[in-house]
Nanobody, 121 residues
Framework: QVQLVESGGGLVQAGGSLRLSCAAS????????MGWYRQAPGKQRELVAT???????NYADSVKGRFTISRDNAKNTVYLQMNRLNTEEKAVYYC???????????????WGQGTQVTVSS
């Protein structure tokens, strides 16, 4: 079983920065795409950013130029550097990964437990 463990959430003032980390552990052959999603109270979960195993990135329009996603394949870890946060970005941030257990198996989707990000005005 693969586990994703997020860290780095917390309270920050508007305009401030936070860096989230998510480490994958357990039995796996490889990790394809990794990403970050967020869910604000009363809203649907939404994409923040994704990154492929080769480093190709994709961002939601609302975070382009402020957030940076990166990964360390040797550590099975993905990061999200968030700058110039605003109050509307208060949410639970979830890590996501497409994992292959063996070279022949189809990738399946894993989710972390989420980490709270609170932005105060």
């Amino acid at each position: 079983q693969v586990q994703l463990v997020e860290s780095g959430g917390g309270l920050v003032q508007a305009g401030g920065s936070l860096r989230l980390s998510c480490a994958a552990s357990g039995s796996m052959f490889s990790i394809n795409n990794m990403g970050w999603y967020r869910q604000a109270p009363g809203k649907q979960r939404e994409l923040v950013a994704t990154i492929t195993s080769s480093g190709v990135t994709n961002y939601a329009d609302s975070v382009k130029g402020r957030f940076t996603i990166s990964r360390d394949n040797a550590k099975n870890t993905v990061y999200l550097q968030m700058n110039r946060l605003n109050t509307e970005e208060k949410a639970v941030y979830y890590c996501n990964a497409d994992v292959r257990r063996t070279p022949w198996s189809s990738p399946y989707e894993c989710w972390g437990q989420g980490t709270q990000v609170t932005v105060s005005s």
